[in-house]
Structures are given as C-alpha cells and as structure tokens.
DNA sequence: AAATATTTTTAGACTAATCTAAAAAATATT
DNA sequence: AATATTTTTTAGATTAGTCTAAAAATATTT
C-alpha cells in the first residue's frame, strides 16, 4: 500500500496523540496537531478508514488499525534514524534536525532504512534521547523520570526532552543540560516549582518549572 | 521561491533535454522525458514560466531562465551527491541509487547539501561518472568519448555511461566494464559496429554496439 | 501553394488536499 | 429536561496536477 506524505503525516500525527493514552483521538486534537482545520480532518480520516489504516466512527473519534500501527512506527523509525545521521555523520546540532528529518522520513525504500540504519551502527535512541523503534516496531522502554518529579538530594543523568521545540533545545544548551549530563537537586522552591541543581558536580543554576518538567533523567539509586 | 516535487521534476526535465542542444525545448519532447500528455506539459510550462523559471512563447518551445538554470542545476547537484552517499556509504550498487536519489534530490535544505558534500570530501563525480556542480553550478569538465568511436589500437580507461537503466549498469558489471576498466580495441566489425576489447591487460569478449555506444572512455594518449 | 500530417494549445473534467460557513450531533449547564 | 455550548460533519468552493478530446497552429509533402 503506498500513501503520500500528507496520508503518513496524519498516521504520525495519531501515532503521537494515541501513544499514551489509549482512548481514540478526536478530530479537533488532529487538527490541533496539524494546524489545519477540523473540516480537513474529517476528510482525511475518511480516507484512511477506506484504507484501513484506523478504525473511525462519526463522532466517536479514531484508533490505528494494525497496519495503521506499523506504518507510523515505520515513519518514527524513519524520522529518528535520519536524525541520528545528521547529528553523528554531518554534525548538525539536536536543535536543527527536525524539519530535515521531517523530510526525510517520507523517502520509499526499505532497503534504504535498513542501511542507513546499519550504518549507523544500529542506534537506540535519536540525538533527543527519544527511543528508535526496530524493523518490528519494537521500541526500547527506559524507566525515565521528568526532573521536575526529583526532591532534594536525588542525582541522575540527563536521558531525554519532552520539548523539541529549537529554542527550548538552545536554552538547553546554554545551561549546559545536555544528554548525558549529572545532575543533583540541591534545593526545591514549592511556590513555583523551580529547582536548584548541581550539575555535573560543578556549577549550581536554578532552573524553573518550564524547564525542569520538560526533560527526562534516569535516576540514579 | 519555491517548487513543488512536481515543478522541480520539470525543471530537471528541460535542463536535461537543452544541456546538449541549445534550442528551445518542446512541449512533447517533455512529456516524453517524463512519461506525461502534452496538455500537463503546457499547463506546467505556463506556471514556471509565470515564476519566471523558463521562457515560454507559444508554439515556440521552452528554455531555462538563469534562475530556472541555477535552480536546475542546483537538483543534479543533490541527485549526484546522494547518489555518492548512498554508493560510498551504504554501499548500495550503481544500479540501484537512482530512484532513491530521485526522491532525496527534493528534500530542501542547502546547509544539508552542502554537509553532505564535505561528508564525502567534496566528489567531482557520481558513481556513473557523470559530473557533480559545485555550489555555483559549475561542472568539471572532461574530455571524454563514446567507446564506439575508437578505432582499433585505441586504449582508455571507462569514466561514464550514457544509459543509467538498472538492466544495462548490471550488464556491465556482469562484463566487467564498470569505471576505471581499461579497454583496448582489438577488432572493429564494420557491418554491426561491434568491438572486440581487451579488459584490463587481460580477457578479451565482444560486445555490441548498443553497449559500445553507451560507455565513455578517456583516451590513453 | 494546397493538402496533409504533426505538434501544441484549449476546453472541460477528475482527484487529492485544503478551506469557510452552515448543519448536525454530542456534551455541558442551568 | 430543556437549553446552551462545543465538537464534528457536511456542503460547496479552491488550487495543483493530471487526463482525453477537440481545436488551432506549424511543419511537411505533394
């Protein structure tokens, strides 16, 4: 079955919205997700119920199908691969390789991904700590935690970003809180939920609640 | 400005078709070179020319702006480097990268093109040794020749083809005739211009004129 | 130069993807 | 339970790219 990019960008962008929760995604979160109106939408979803990709119901919302499944899988896979080339091969920064990755994840040929991903030296994870699933679709599942969740006296490495966003990835860099980086909480401020963390044994910064909540550590014991 | 794939595919079209002939290119040479009806070709011949990408007076065929020409040359540039990448670093055949690059050559990023080029040191040629345009859309220029107008004594070496179809680039390779061969005319039949070659100091075979006519060799002096 | 053949353009229609505005259904509020 | 609000769908239009069939222009042949 073949689908051109718009089909695959509304399978990502279900994909997305389904992950965590369970529940089918509305059409008003699509076009949230896609910037486009929810009259686009319902037609889209038409589309790709014909296909099978997702099961659709008037007014109850979608769910991908099995298929459906795989082909977002596929593309994620896609996406984060080409991220990792980017980043490792021709040193782009976290913050740059979305849009091209965005890109590139719609280019045909299996043969490609599997190279690129041999290539690559089959990688895990892409340049934001996101996990790359396998040929299967099976992902790396790591216990991480938002920062913001650590109290006093808890230490851990930097594994992961819930923002993708280049400005905030930037910020991320100027404070230094890049993947791989330690970090201890030194002090919590209720009021506002900003921390005070050592980083790397060294420096001590405060970092606010928009910051702290939007990256994942792996707790140390 | 931008293109859509379509709009760049045929751009690519009426560069390829006016890169050897310097009149104007016509409407059904077009839809020929991309497999298209005569009336799509007009339709899209208006719009690049409304983008002033082309010249276009009717009945009177097409020809390449300067920006039309840059912007031209700047996706063979693309397609040939992709389809270093994907021979040098993936470790794809030469037969098997056009279509891939085909598709590659519209992702739109000119710092990628050109992290790409230094990530494969700068190659003056793609893996059919047909010449990569520099940032500023010059090529190198080689002196090379068909294999079929050598006469017999004549040495060379394989440098490029003239056929990039999957079907004959896998002939060759069967033959042995891939780039860097060294070839000497043993015997020329005047009734089929078929040759008899000498491979690299070693094996001598025949081969036909539909073969000898689409290889490109330099001269050994 | 007139007749014929070929090439190119126009006309009109189709699909994919989108939109706005209005209607219908579902959900929330009083 | 009736009403109001929100969400979703339908209706109808638009743009890009394509097609076939017919008309117009150009080129070729006699």
Same mark, same amino acid.
């Given at each position: 079955?073949?689908?051109t990019?718009?089909?695959?960008? $509304?399978?990502?962008?279900?994909?997305?919205?389904?992950?965590?929760?369970?529940?089918?995604?509305?059409?008003?979160s699509?076009?949230g997700?896609?910037?486009t109106?929810?009259?686009?939408?319902?037609d889209?979803?038409?589309?790709l119920?014909?296909?099978?990709?997702?099961? $659709?119901?008037?007014?109850?919302?979608?769910?991908?199908?099995?298929?459906?499944l795989?082909?977002?899988?596929?593309?994620?896979?896609?996406?984060?691969?080409?991220?990792?080339?980017?980043?490792?091969?021709?040193?782009?920064?976290?913050?740059?390789?979305?849009?091209?990755?965005?890109?590139?994840?719609?280019?045909?040929?299996?043969?490609?991904?599997?190279?690129?991903?041999?290539?690559?030296?089959?990688?895990r994870?892409?340049?934001? +700590?996101?996990?790359?699933p396998?040929?299967? *679709?099976?992902?790396?599942v790591?216990?991480?935690v938002?920062?913001?969740?650590?109290k006093?006296?808890?230490k *851990?490495?930097? /594994?992961g970003?819930?923002?993708h966003?280049p400005?905030?990835?930037q910020?991320?860099?100027?404070? *230094?809180? /890049?993947?791989?980086?330690?970090v201890?909480?030194?002090?919590?401020?209720?009021?506002?939920?900003?921390?005070?963390?050592?980083?790397? +044994?060294?420096?001590?910064?405060?970092?606010?609640?928009?910051?702290?909540?939007?990256?994942?550590?792996?707790?140390?014991p």
């Open positions: 079955m073949e689908f990019q718009t089909e695959e960008n $509304y399978l990502k962008a279900i994909f997305k919205l389904s992950e965590h929760e369970g529940k089918p995604v509305s059409t008003n699509i076009s997700e896609l910037n109106s929810a009259a686009s939408v319902t889209m979803v038409q589309r119920s014909s296909k099978e990709m997702i099961h $659709y119901e008037k007014y109850k919302g979608v769910t991908l199908t099995k298929p459906g795989k082909h977002a899988k596929a593309l994620v896979r896609k996406h984060r691969l080409w991220e990792v080339f980017l980043v490792e091969k021709l040193q782009f920064t976290w913050d740059e390789v979305h849009d091209i990755a965005e890109q590139l994840e719609h280019i045909q040929s299996d043969e490609l991904v599997e190279r690129l991903d041999a290539f690559l030296d089959h990688p994870f892409d340049p934001h +700590g996101d996990p790359i396998d040929a299967d *679709g099976k992902f790396t790591s216990q991480r938002p920062l913001a969740d650590l006093i006296g808890d *851990g490495v930097v /594994v970003v819930q923002e966003s400005s905030f990835l910020h991320l860099d100027k404070l *230094g809180l /890049v993947l791989g980086a330690e201890e909480i030194i002090e919590v401020f209720e009021f506002d939920a900003s921390q005070v963390i050592r980083l790397n +044994g060294k420096s001590e910064f405060s970092i606010s609640k928009q910051v702290n909540k939007n990256i994942f550590l792996k707790k140390s």
